[in-house]
């Protein structure tokens, strides 16, 4: 969950190498660093904090043709400076690390008798060192040795005195890009970091090294042999990562909504249907099979999964299971015949979901969809088939129109698969893909509630817990809106069905503890409003987002924000939004990092 960044060019790279950590400080800001190389001497800088602390520590004057840098999230060792990347060996070899050496006690104790000395706390110095005792004269050559001894998910970029122009790069697990330029090579966890200088990419395979100099690189498989590599084009710019307008990039994500919604959709709807072949090529014959759909994903994809089910069971007829990717890969699980294992994920490089697809073992599965946001992932790369969400890039740590996205993915899955096997009818096909195309519209309606959410939001500034309550496919939008409250806002919210309150949760509620209501206008509106009496009796405020329609019997104290949703089956992903934006005002109101809170990072690539 840290970002990697390295350069080679005739040009001073401290600046590309500042600039490609300041794109990638959502991966990780517990601390950032630099290392270059100049005139056979190996310089260092580290600062604790952002990216903004490293640049003030470095010398206007410093410079370097080669170096590698890194922003750091915390895994082995508290955030500091000696546990900053990168780290060093012998003061010629430096190594920036992502993902985590599992096996590095062992390998620490042997090289601490071969007399080399320990500065940090973290697994990833170990790396450093066992590098240099196996280097002689090809860096190369001890990096395989040294990544061979290593277990574990990680990506490596390694420079050394010794072979001052050679940067060696690695992935094992963990996402890496070539960036391809003119006299000039780059390595980067992610294309966003070197958009201002390429546009020309090379995504690193499973256990792929890299060596790179100035004028060319070669690549080469986890067995050393030299392997075929294609140079692809981005479609991204780099002005797509600026927050614009916006204060922060959350906020201009929650407004991008409605287009993100529009991409998501062009090209593969009519006024009527879902277009065909829009999985894949192959998709009729794997969905000819699907009697049993397994939904894995994690954290916000996880909530998107739920709401799937909904959609599947009503709408399908067909059986779904919805499970958390760190539980799911470590039981063995009984599979039904012929099972779509789905994946849901932003990044497609989400530890627990790619390890839960890799591993993988019965014949009952009859395929694999991934639903993602980042086209040239892992995820995406290993599935059967795929649905991207042309969501564009994600900023801010709370996942947004990451989500929203995903949703419309897999209704879009669901009209696909009901009209390839005939379980929906024309007409209910045209309904679902109606509400679909009207979705940005409608969206756009309700994100003019802004004010008036920013308003109740002032009521959460001093406390300290939240409820939230939702019945049917509306629970796992609260267990959405309760996430992004805690995650950004610090706030401890927790989301429960409403039919659960009298089995616990009540015990909590009383005049300290605001309870948020998610009130759709739907066949149980009435059990949703008896379970509001039950908050109202033992003296909780309520704070209702409610569909338009739905009469709500509420008390002066209440406050109720009416929605303007009239529709089927995209009402959770319109009663996403006003919760966005409630969860947003409170954490810009309490004075929290909203784009980078502590402790969490975006790409999820470690257990």
């Given at each position: 969950?840290?970002?990697?960044?390295?350069?080679?060019?005739?040009?001073?790279?401290?600046?590309?190498?500042?600039?490609?950590?300041?794109?990638?400080?959502?991966?990780?800001?517990?601390?950032?660093?630099?290392?270059?190389?100049?005139?056979?001497?190996?310089?260092?800088?580290?600062?604790?904090?952002?990216?903004?602390?490293?640049?003030?520590?470095?010398?206007?004057?410093?410079?370097?043709?080669?170096?590698?840098?890194?922003?750091?999230?915390?895994?082995?060792?508290?955030?500091?400076?000696?546990?900053?990347?990168?780290?060093?060996?012998?003061?010629?070899?430096?190594?920036?690390?992502?993902?985590?050496?599992?096996?590095?006690?062992?390998?620490?104790?042997?090289?601490?008798?071969?007399?080399?000395?320990?500065?940090?706390?973290?697994?990833?110095?170990?790396?450093?060192?066992?590098?240099?005792?196996?280097?002689?004269?090809?860096?190369?050559?001890?990096?395989?040795?040294?990544?061979?001894?290593?277990?574990?998910?990680?990506?490596?970029?390694?420079?050394?005195?010794?072979?001052?122009?050679?940067?060696?790069?690695?992935?094992?697990?963990?996402?890496?890009?070539?960036?391809?330029?003119?006299?000039?090579?780059?390595?980067?966890?992610?294309?966003?970091?070197?958009?201002?200088?390429t546009n020309r990419f090379v995504y690193l395979e499973e256990g792929d090294y890299v060596v790179l100099h100035k004028n060319d690189f070669q690549v080469y498989d986890a067995a050393g042999k030299?392997?075929?590599?294609?140079?692809?084009?981005?479609?991204?710019?780099?002005?797509?990562?600026?927050?614009?307008?916006?204060?922060?990039?959350?906020?201009?994500?929650?407004?991008?909504?409605?287009?993100?919604?529009?991409?998501?959709?062009?090209?593969?709807?009519?006024?009527?249907?879902?277009?065909?072949?829009?999985?894949?090529?192959?998709?009729?014959?794997?969905?000819?099979?699907?009697?049993?759909?397994?939904?894995?994903?994690?954290?916000?994809?996880?909530?998107?999964?739920?709401?799937?089910?909904?959609?599947?069971?009503?709408?399908?007829?067909?059986?779904?299971?919805?499970?958390?990717?760190?539980?799911?890969?470590?039981?063995?699980?009984?599979?039904?015949?012929?099972?779509?294992?789905?994946?849901?994920?932003?990044?497609?490089?989400?530890?627990?979901?790619?390890?839960?697809?890799?591993?993988?073992?019965?014949?009952?599965y009859c395929g694999s969809l991934s639903i993602c946001n980042a086209p040239e992932s892992s995820l995406v790369r290993e599935s059967s088939l795929v649905m991207m969400t042309r969501a564009g890039?994600?900023?801010?740590?709370?996942?947004?129109?990451?989500?929203?996205?995903?949703?419309?993915?897999?209704?879009?899955?669901?009209?696909?698969?009901?009209?390839?096997?005939?379980?929906?009818?024309?007409?209910?096909?045209?309904?679902?893909?109606?509400?679909?195309?009207?979705?940005?519209?409608?969206?756009?309606?309700?994100?003019?509630?802004?004010?008036?959410?920013?308003?109740?939001?002032?009521?959460?500034?001093?406390?300290?817990?939240?409820?939230?309550?939702?019945?049917?496919?509306?629970?796992?939008?609260?267990?959405?809106?309760?996430?992004?409250?805690?995650?950004?806002?610090?706030?401890?919210?927790?989301?429960?069905?409403?039919?659960?309150?009298?089995?616990?949760?009540?015990?909590?509620?009383?005049?300290?503890?605001?309870?948020?209501?998610?009130?759709?206008?739907?066949?149980?509106?009435?059990?949703?409003?008896?379970?509001?009496?039950?908050?109202?009796?033992?003296?909780?405020?309520?704070?209702?987002?409610?569909?338009?329609?739905?009469?709500?019997?509420?008390?002066?104290?209440?406050?109720?924000?009416?929605?303007?949703?009239?529709?089927?089956?995209?009402?959770?992903?319109?009663?996403?939004?006003?919760?966005?934006?409630?969860?947003?005002?409170?954490?810009?109101?309490?004075?929290?990092?909203?784009?980078?809170?502590?402790?969490?990072?975006?790409?999820?690539?470690?257990?």
């Amino acid at each position: 969950m840290c970002g990697i960044v390295g350069a080679l060019a005739q040009r001073d790279v401290s600046s590309i190498l500042l600039a490609g950590l300041y794109r990638l400080e959502y991966r990780g800001y517990d601390s950032a660093g630099m290392a270059l190389i100049e005139d056979q001497k190996l310089t260092r800088f580290r600062a604790l904090g952002k990216v903004s602390e490293l640049e003030a520590r470095m010398s206007v004057e410093q410079s370097g043709h080669i170096g590698i840098a890194h922003t750091r999230w915390a895994t082995h060792g508290a955030p500091s400076e000696n546990n900053a990347h990168p780290h060093f060996s012998s003061d010629r070899v430096a190594v920036v690390h992502n993902g985590i050496i599992e096996n590095y006690k062992g390998i620490r104790d042997r090289l601490l008798q071969a007399g080399y000395e320990f500065s940090s706390e973290t697994d990833s110095e170990v790396v450093a060192h066992l590098i240099d005792s196996y280097f002689k004269d090809d860096l190369f050559a001890a990096v395989k040795k040294a990544v061979e001894e290593l277990e574990g998910a990680f990506a490596l970029g390694i420079i050394a005195v010794d072979d001052p122009d050679t940067l060696v790069a690695c992935r094992r697990g963990n996402p890496l890009v070539v960036g391809v330029g003119i006299k000039e090579n780059f390595v980067a966890s992610d294309v966003s970091a070197l958009l201002p200088v390429t546009n020309r990419f090379v995504y690193l395979e499973e256990g792929d090294y890299v060596v790179l100099h100035k004028n060319d690189f070669q690549v080469y498989d986890a067995a050393g042999k030299v392997r075929d590599h294609d140079v692809k084009i981005s479609e991204l710019n780099s002005d797509s990562a600026n927050k614009g307008e916006y204060r922060h990039y959350m906020l201009k994500e929650i407004y991008e909504q409605g287009r993100a919604i529009a991409e998501c959709l062009e090209g593969r709807v009519s006024d009527k249907t879902v277009l065909d072949a829009v999985f894949g090529y192959d998709a009729d014959a794997i969905f000819d099979r699907v009697e049993n759909v397994q939904i894995i994903a994690c954290g916000t994809s996880y909530h998107a999964g739920i709401v799937a089910r909904y959609w599947i069971e009503a709408l399908l007829d067909i059986p779904c299971q919805v499970e958390v990717a760190s539980e799911f890969r470590y039981r063995k699980a009984v599979v039904p015949e012929n099972t779509l294992f789905v994946t849901l994920s932003q990044s497609g490089e989400t530890a627990d979901t790619l390890s839960a697809l890799r591993s993988l073992e019965s014949n009952n599965y009859c395929g694999s969809l991934s639903i993602c946001n980042a086209p040239e992932s892992s995820l995406v790369r290993e599935s059967s088939l795929v649905m991207m969400t042309r969501a564009g890039p994600e900023i801010g740590v709370a996942s947004t129109k990451a989500f929203t996205t995903q949703l419309v993915a897999m209704l879009l899955f669901v009209a696909a698969l009901g009209k390839r096997q005939k379980r929906l009818d024309d007409k209910t096909i045209a309904a679902i893909i109606g509400e679909l195309n009207a979705l940005p519209a409608q969206i756009e309606k309700l994100l003019r509630l802004d004010a008036q959410i920013e308003a109740i939001a002032e009521d959460f500034v001093e406390k300290e817990h939240a409820l939230f309550l939702g019945r049917g496919e509306h629970h796992p939008i609260a267990m959405e809106g309760a996430l992004k409250l805690k995650e950004i806002s610090y706030i401890h919210a927790e989301a429960y069905p409403a039919g659960e309150l009298k089995h616990g949760p009540l015990a909590l509620v009383d005049a300290d503890m605001p309870v948020v209501v998610v009130a759709p206008n739907d066949d149980l509106l009435e059990k949703l409003h008896s379970n509001m009496q039950e908050v109202k009796a033992r003296g909780g405020k309520l704070y209702v987002f409610a569909h338009r329609g739905a009469h709500l019997d509420t008390e002066s104290d209440d406050v109720v924000i009416e929605m303007d949703c009239d529709t089927d089956w995209v009402t959770p992903i319109l009663s996403t939004i006003p919760l966005q934006l409630f969860s947003y005002h409170v954490a810009v109101l309490r004075g929290t990092d909203v784009d980078q809170p502590r402790n969490l990072a975006k790409s999820v690539t470690v257990e």
